[in-house]
């Protein structure tokens, strides 16, 4: 997953990853994904990119180590992250400016970004921190600005809740969005939830076709996003939340 991008002041009960820790073990993992992590990551950020228009300038929140740059139609991006170690992954990959900073505090003028792009982050933000992110980002985005992002389905306990993250029903992620400005265009599905042993089989010489199979069959996803791993959402910016 992408880096959160902030430290949390929230959810003590949540086991919110060390994304600073992570990059210093890992280092740019996301150029190095395989099988299955790397197709439905590769899909996820296709999608995002496709929501992102050309002309004018881009800022990717929680850029991590920046491999969705790779994906995105134009080079005038700003990447931002709480990282400092994953800033300095991205500058391996592209010489664009790179700022860090909290999601929740962005330093930039009112109206001064055109698109936002964030992969896998968002539900690392409790409720109410998510709803300030939000508010900053109608700040600073130009109105009819487009912010892309993805975002996981939870699932009822005992259904594979992943007590990793803080992600919110659809609805209420939603509601949030447009009480901070933002209309929700667009929404995707990107796959179905892959079983274990076609996890495993997907980085195996001679199974991986067979895994490959599946994963393009599950992403019918696309169709039906409240069924899908993940999903991606186009909101665009209207200048109308409420504090903003």
């Known amino acids: 997953m992408e880096s959160s991008g902030f430290k949390s002041n929230g959810g003590s009960l949540l086991k919110m990853k060390e994304f600073e820790q992570e990059y210093r073990d890992q280092g740019a993992y996301h150029h190095r994904l395989e099988g299955f992590s790397q197709w439905w990551m590769f899909d996820n950020y296709r999608i995002l990119a496709s929501w992102v228009e050309s002309e004018g300038r881009t800022l990717d929140l929680a850029c991590g180590d920046g491999m969705i740059w790779r994906f995105l139609k134009t080079s005038d991006i700003i990447?931002?992250?709480?990282?400092?170690?994953?800033?300095?992954?991205?500058?391996?990959?592209?010489?664009?400016?790179?700022?860090?900073?909290?999601?929740?505090?962005?330093p930039f003028k009112?109206?001064?970004?055109?698109?936002?792009?964030?992969?896998?982050?968002?539900q690392y933000l409790p409720g109410p921190d998510l709803e300030r992110c939000f508010h900053e980002l109608a700040r600073i985005m130009i109105k009819d600005g487009r912010l892309a992002f993805s975002y996981p389905n939870i699932r009822p306990p005992g259904k594979g809740v992943n007590l990793s993250h803080a992600a919110l029903p659809y609805a209420e992620l939603k509601a949030k969005l447009r009480n901070s400005g933002f209309r929700p265009a667009a929404v995707r599905g990107i796959s179905l939830r892959m079983?274990?042993?076609?996890?495993?089989?997907?980085?195996?010489?001679?199974?991986?076709?067979?895994?490959?199979?599946?994963?393009?069959?599950?992403?019918?996803?696309?169709?039906?996003?409240?069924?899908?791993?993940?999903?991606?959402?186009c909101c665009l910016n209207t200048g109308e939340g409420s504090g903003s």
């Open 110 to 122: 009112a109206g001064s970004i055109r698109n936002t792009v964030c992969s896998l982050s968002f």
């Open 195 to 233: 079983p274990p042993r076609f996890v495993r089989w997907s980085v195996h010489p001679f199974l991986k076709p067979l895994a490959g199979l599946y994963y393009r069959m599950s992403k019918i996803a696309r169709f039906f996003p409240r069924r899908s791993y993940h999903y991606a959402l």
């Open 79 to 106: 990447g931002v992250d709480h990282a400092p170690t994953g800033l300095r992954h991205s500058r391996q990959f592209a010489r664009l400016p790179l700022v860090q900073a909290d999601m929740m505090a962005l």
